[in-house]
């Protein structure tokens, strides 16, 4: 018997044995595909990102929409599979032209969906190993900075210790010394001052002793001298006494022999040049005043040597 394409009975029961087990072959791959992609995104619950396993779950959800769909419409083809051949032939055309390349369109989505759920879980665990390594890696840094600050409190604690003894020893030579200073004052007020007082005093004696001594001594010589020069009587009678006495206004003369004693004993003046010593002495001789003479050779008058001269030499300037 023909149906209405022209077509043996036979070829269409066979027609839709081959179309009823091709839609049962897809069925069961899209069945597959679902159950594939539900056990991957089963297998990301671990993920740590929230946002990738609620959408995860939602596209789980949506898949097994699908094949209960797809379940309910394979259980409406076995049910109209008792109809008659011409509906039934008609129905798997409708079938081969509308619902199959439906269901493959499906199954390509699936795929689709199945890759993009494996390159989340890929992705998922990508972040997850990353992340493990930064928190291993923060540890190992917090790990670091506890033994850093352990070692930098050890350290800080030694230091101090150092410090505060070298700070105890260093009170205790300030204390020792303080002591030794003390004691020294007071042996200093009590003993050394009182001696060094007597001994200025002593001293200060003798210098006087030494003075009124040099003095008689420039008399003495100046008087012999005196004497022993030839004089006139005129200065037998009007100037027996005054070479030694200081000199006149008129810029008297004094005697050489004087001068240069005075100039021997006079402190300072030893380290003169010859042609220095030879110019005061002339200076001197000459009658000029003992300040002027000390000027005019030295280019300055030592104050030592000024007293020394004006003592010895009996002169007021």
């Not at 005061?280 to 000024?306: D, F, K, W």
Request: proline residues 3%; glycine residues 8%.
């Amino acid at each position: 018997m023909n149906n209405q394409w022209g077509r043996g009975s036979g070829g269409a029961t066979g027609g839709g044995s081959g179309i009823g087990g091709i839609l049962f072959a897809s069925v069961v791959c899209l069945a597959l595909g679902g159950a594939a992609g539900y056990s991957a995104f089963r297998a990301m619950s671990g993920a740590p990102s929230e946002s990738a396993l609620e959408d995860s779950n939602r596209r789980i959800a949506d898949l097994a929409d699908e094949n209960d769909a797809l379940k309910r419409q394979l259980d409406a083809l076995r049910a109209d599979a008792s109809r008659s051949d011409a509906a039934e032939n008609a129905e798997n055309v409708r079938l081969a032209q509308e619902i199959v390349p439906g269901i493959q369109r499906e199954l390509e989505l699936a795929g689709q969906k199945l890759a993009e759920a494996e390159r989340l879980r890929k992705d998922a665990e990508a972040a997850a190993t990353e992340r493990a390594r930064e928190l291993d890696e923060r540890a190992g840094q917090i790990a670091q900075l506890e033994k850093a600050i352990e070692e930098a409190r050890s350290t800080q604690a030694a230091n101090r210790n150092a410090e505060t003894e070298r700070l105890e020893a260093e009170a205790e030579t300030l204390r020792r010394e303080l002591a030794e200073a003390g004691q020294a004052a007071r042996r200093l007020r009590t003993r050394e001052l009182p001696d060094l007082v007597a001994e200025i005093a002593r001293k200060n004696q003798e210098i006087a002793t030494l003075t009124a001594r040099n003095a008689a001594l420039a008399e003495r010589i100046a008087a012999l001298e005196t004497a022993a020069q030839p004089k006139s009587p005129q200065q037998a009678d009007d100037n027996g006494a005054r070479d030694n006495a200081k000199p006149a206004d008129g810029r008297s003369p004094r005697n050489a022999a004087l001068v240069a004693q005075a100039i021997e004993k006079t402190p300072g003046l030893d380290r003169l040049t010859g042609t220095q010593r030879t110019q005061l002495e002339q200076t001197l001789v000459s009658g000029e005043c003992v300040t002027n003479a000390l000027g005019s050779v030295l280019n300055r008058v030592p104050i030592l040597a000024l007293r020394g001269l004006m003592r010895d030499l009996d002169s007021d300037c």
